[in-house]
């Protein structure tokens, strides 16, 4: 087992660095100058060239990129071009409120995903299975941000009331707190409940047909032991590998998310910076996202090896 987790770290490594490698090329290719928007923010009463020499743009790419892989390295991320205040605070400082998020969006998945999924599965083509069905399918198909927005917005036309979009900390108000991140996360989750929902359904019913299942209908078991203890385990192993995939979704969905309830995490820091065309804020939250996709796809690679043995060989 140690051996094989040794592995996929090995393979990890190279994936990270041509991960940093785009993450830092890709923002430089947005239109707009950084510089530009800043002179016409600020007068600095310096030419172009000035300022560009002065936060070191004038360098070539490369150069730009070896030396930011060395601070990173050393595990500093850079300043921000506008406050010039260190990227690495502004991020421990926000990540705690998009985990908080994210862990509650998947939570919210699997709560809701795999329970039908599985009454699905041993319903077959039975009214509850197509109706099941079919929410998966709507669920895949709605995008989450309209969701989001006539969630805001309807409420408040037709009742008057919307949903909290101002951030209560944690220390002041444990369940306000709480309560705010309750609805964005539901909404967040839907399309990854959707996706797991159809997969578990789908592995459950190929392992119930198995002959050693058979053999324990055979056997006279009962429903839910043939199900829990002998199916359910071996139909989770797909099941296990997508959620890595859909680790990535929902930070991906956290960025609009936030933005729409007024959330003030590491999405909604994006968000804001790609506005502004701040290099270092983009680089180290693209690389941060990348490297918790990296380290969830480990995890879920070791997770899936202890689930079947067969795979560490």
């Not at 730009?64 to 421990?92: F, I, K």
């Amino acid at each position: 087992m140690k051996r094989y987790v040794f592995r996929r770290l090995l393979v990890a490594i190279p994936s990270l660095l041509i991960a940093s490698l785009i993450v830092f090329s890709l923002p430089r290719l947005l239109p707009g100058d950084v510089v530009q928007l800043m002179l016409e923010e600020k007068a600095y009463g310096k030419d172009l060239e000035d300022l560009r020499a002065k936060l070191g743009l004038n360098r070539p790419m490369y150069i730009q990129y070896v030396e930011w892989l060395g601070q990173v390295a050393r595990g500093d991320l850079g300043e921000s071009l506008w406050t010039r205040r260190p990227v690495l605070e502004e991020l421990t400082r926000r990540l705690p409120i998009s985990l908080e998020l994210g862990v509650l969006a998947l939570a919210f998945a699997i709560v809701i995903s795999v329970p039908i999924g599985v009454l699905a599965a041993i319903r077959q083509d039975t009214l509850a299975d197509y109706a099941m069905r079919s929410l998966a399918i709507l669920g895949l198909s709605v995008p989450g941000f309209w969701i989001a927005t006539l969630c805001v917005l309807l409420p408040a036309i037709w009742w008057g009331w919307s949903p909290p979009i101002q951030f209560t900390a944690f220390t002041v108000n444990p369940w306000a707190h709480f309560a705010q991140f309750l609805l964005p996360a539901f909404i967040l989750g839907i399309a990854s409940a959707a996706a797991i929902m159809r997969l578990t359904r789908g592995t459950l019913l190929e392992v119930l047909r198995q002959d050693y299942v058979r053999t324990a209908w055979a056997k006279g078991l009962r429903e839910r032991v043939v199900v829990l203890k002998h199916s359910l385990k071996n139909a989770m192993i797909p099941v296990i590998t997508v959620l890595g995939i859909q680790v990535a979704q929902i930070l991906g969905g956290t960025v609009i998310f936030e933005s729409i309830f007024g959330l003030p995490g590491m999405g909604r820091f994006l968000f804001d910076a790609i506005n502004q065309r701040d290099y270092p804020v983009i680089q180290g939250v693209n690389l941060l996202i990348v490297s918790v996709v990296v380290l969830m796809n480990l995890v879920v690679d070791a997770f899936y090896a202890f689930l079947d043995p067969r795979i560490r060989y």
